[in-house]
Nanobody, 124 residues
Framework: QVQLVESGGGLVQAGGSLRLSCAAS????????MGWFRQAPGKEREFVAA????????YYTDSVKGRFTISRDGAKNTVYLQMNSLKHEDTAVYYC?????????????????WGQGTQVTVSS
């Protein structure tokens, strides 16, 4: 198993920026992919972004493309989500996740371990 600890959430005005961090520990050698999902009240948890650990191929949902950037620091076993030009509709609890295998990054079932979630609130 992998333990994931998130930080960086908070309250920001529309148009502002936040950077989320997710530090992995435990069996980090098993990680093939790390991703970010988000869940707004009353909605399903949805895919936001992902990055392959071997290499740096990235994936984004259309609604954040061009505004969010996912990156990693392999030495620190940490993944980041830089969020710029934030909109009210970005408001959600953001979850970090780690996958052992190279399955499709868009599905929650592809991931094996999850962080506790961090609240991002964007005022309109």
């Amino acid at each position: 198993q992998v333990q994931l600890v998130e930080s960086g959430g908070g309250l920001v005005q529309a148009g502002g920026s936040l950077r989320l961090s997710c530090a992995a520990s435990g069996r980090t050698f098993t990680i093939s992919t790390m991703g970010w999902f988000r869940q707004a009240p009353g909605k399903e948890r949805e895919f936001v972004a992902a990055i392959r650990w071997s290499g740096t191929r990235t994936y984004y949902t259309d609604s954040v493309k061009g505004r969010f950037t996912i990156s990693r620091d392999g030495a620190k076993n940490t993944v980041y989500l830089q969020m710029n030009s934030l909109k009210h509709e970005d408001t959600a609890v953001y979850y970090c996740a780690a996958a052992r295998y190279g399955a499709a990054v868009y599905y929650r079932t592809s991931y094996d371990d999850w962080g506790q979630g961090t609240q991002v609130t964007v005022s309109s």
